[in-house]
């Protein structure tokens, strides 16, 4: 049984930066493509953020050019770098696979971007 672990999360003022990190209990990076969901308070998780195999990255609309997605296989973590932040980017952040079954849902980092 994989466990993810989410931690990085805060609360940032507009224009701010937070970097997440999502450490797994074993080695599942380098095999399967992961990504980063959020889910706002009343919403729908969503798909952020996704990074391939092979590296490949691709981003929701709502956060190309300001978020980066990335892993650090030997350390079975992944990142996502977060400038610019907006107030609708608060939500709790979760990590997980983006194709197949889903591991356990961590317990998320919430991030909170407010004046």
């Known amino acids: 049984q994989v466990q993810l672990v989410e931690s990085g999360g805060g609360l940032v003022q507009p224009g701010g930066s937070l970097r997440l990190s999502c450490a797994a209990s074993r080695s599942i990076f380098s095999i399967n493509a992961m990504g980063w969901y959020r889910q706002a308070p009343g919403k729908q998780r969503e798909l952020v953020a996704a990074?391939?195999?092979?590296?490949?990255?691709n981003y929701a609309d709502s956060v190309k050019g300001r978020f980066t997605i990335s892993r650090d296989n030997a350390k079975n973590t992944m990142y996502l770098e977060m400038n610019s932040l907006k107030p609708e980017d608060t939500a709790v952040y979760y990590c997980?696979?983006?194709?197949?079954?889903?591991?356990?849902w961590g317990q998320g980092a919430q991030v909170t971007v407010s004046s």
């Open positions: 990074i391939t195999t092979g590296g490949d990255t």
């Open positions: 997980n696979r983006v194709a197949g079954f889903l591991y356990a």
